[in-house]
């Protein structure tokens, strides 16, 4: 590693001057799990680095019914993946969340630091699209939201100027009767990166075995994490059958634009896609159908 200047902020507003007096060429650090390794061993060298650990305000999750749920940035997978409400209300989060790297490195890695590196194959990213998260932001200028599926703009790219800090995501209350899913593929069964990432959202009609909304979204198989939107609008209004499933997942297998490297070609890719919305998209069902009747507290929604 090269020698670089090192600062400990103790609130935002400190950060973000210090983002703007020391200009580019700086790095943000939540839990490093990306960016260390990128500055010990894939040639990242930052001449400053601001430490986001003793902001207190990027960090934890509130829910409010109206509002919906709110995750502070520096908020690590472990604490996402074993939060009370999002266990029962954003499943598909957890199902994200839970399968970063290992125990060791869900208790670093934050959900802001998985967004922001913007790795196409990031395994928030699908889940918080189909979820319609938005970005919260804060800057020189004062505080801006931006959906995130305008978020990201290449692989390691996002809309953040340098002077720019995500400060945390706002994700609506799923309607009742919601299920979700995410799954990936990985060549080894834990500590790789996916392959294909699929997220699932399905909300069906509140009497009625039909599909109301439903919002597919495909990681590691193009530049960004994207939302296939014509399998989306295939399943809207009809049953939730499988032979909806298979057009659905046959549709987004065709919205991806996958690339072949040594991990996969892209027939492999578009073949992983199809199966795996087909899975996703079930048990996504599966889930909206034993929607929780009662929150946390035990309180009948
Ligand atoms: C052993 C190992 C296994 C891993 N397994 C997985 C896996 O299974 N799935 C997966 O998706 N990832 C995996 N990763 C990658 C990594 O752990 C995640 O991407 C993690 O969530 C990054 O979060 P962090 O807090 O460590 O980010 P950092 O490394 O601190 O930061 C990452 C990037 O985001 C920027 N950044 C961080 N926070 C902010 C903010 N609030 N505002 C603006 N910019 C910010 C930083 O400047 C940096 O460019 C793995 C990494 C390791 C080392």
């Known amino acids: 590693m090269k020698?670089?200047?090192?600062?400990?902020?103790?609130?935002?507003?400190?950060?973000?001057?210090?983002?703007?007096?020391?200009?580019?060429?700086?790095?943000?650090?939540?839990?490093?799990?990306?960016v260390l390794v990128q500055m010990k061993e894939a040639g990242l060298h930052p001449s400053y680095v601001v430490s986001l650990r003793r902001l207190r305000e990027l960090r934890g999750i509130t829910f409010d019914e109206?509002?919906?749920?709110?995750?502070?940035?520096t908020t690590t997978m472990a604490d996402v993946a074993e939060h009370a409400t999002v266990r029962q209300r954003y499943p598909v989060l957890v199902d994200g969340a839970?399968?970063?790297?290992?125990?060791?490195?869900?208790?670093?890695?934050?959900?802001?630091?998985?967004?922001?590196?913007?790795?196409?194959?990031?395994?928030?990213a699908a889940p918080l699209l189909v979820l319609g998260a938005q970005a919260e932001i804060a800057g020189p200028d004062g505080r801006?939201?931006?959906?995130?599926?305008?978020?990201?703009?290449?692989?390691?790219?996002?809309?953040?100027?340098?002077d720019e800090?995500?400060?945390?995501?706002?994700?609506?209350?799923?309607?009742?009767?919601?299920?979700?899913?995410?799954?990936?593929?990985?060549?080894?069964?834990?500590?790789?990166?996916?392959?294909?990432?699929?997220?699932a959202l399905v909300t069906l009609e509140p009497d009625?075995?039909?599909?109301?909304?439903?919002?597919?979204?495909?990681?590691?198989?193009?530049?960004?994490?994207?939302?296939?939107?014509?399998?989306?609008?295939?399943?809207?209004?009809?049953?939730?059958?499988?032979?909806?499933f298979q057009r659905a997942a046959g549709l987004a297998a065709e919205a991806a634009r996958p690339i072949?490297?040594?991990?996969?070609?892209v027939a492999f890719r578009r073949h992983l896609v199809q199966v795996m919305a087909a899975r996703c998209l079930r048990r996504a069902v599966e889930r909206a159908r034993i929607w929780p009747q009662m929150d946390t507290d035990g309180h009948r929604f």
């Open 208 to 244: 009625r075995d039909v599909v109301r909304e439903a919002r597919v979204a495909l990681g590691a198989v193009a530049p960004t994490p994207l939302r296939a939107l014509e399998a989306e609008a295939s399943l809207a209004g009809g049953p939730p059958s499988d032979e909806a």
């Open 144 to 162: 801006r939201r931006t959906p995130l599926e305008g978020f990201f703009t290449g692989p390691g790219r996002t809309v953040l100027a340098h």
């Open 260 to 265: 072949s490297d040594v991990r996969g070609s």
């Open 98 to 124: 839970s399968i970063v790297g290992s125990v060791q490195t869900r208790n670093m890695a934050t959900i802001g630091g998985n967004v922001c590196n913007a790795a196409p194959s990031a395994d928030t």
């Open 66 to 73: 109206q509002r919906g749920l709110r995750i502070g940035a």
């Open 3 to 34: 020698r670089f200047d090192y600062f400990a902020p103790e609130s935002l507003d400190e950060a973000i001057a210090i983002l703007r007096e020391r200009g580019d060429g700086g790095r943000l650090l939540a839990g490093g799990t990306d």
């Open 165 to 199: 800090v995500l400060i945390g995501f706002i994700i609506p209350t799923p309607a009742p009767r919601t299920g979700g899913c995410y799954e990936r593929h990985t060549p080894r069964a834990e500590m790789d990166i996916a392959v294909v990432g699929v997220a």
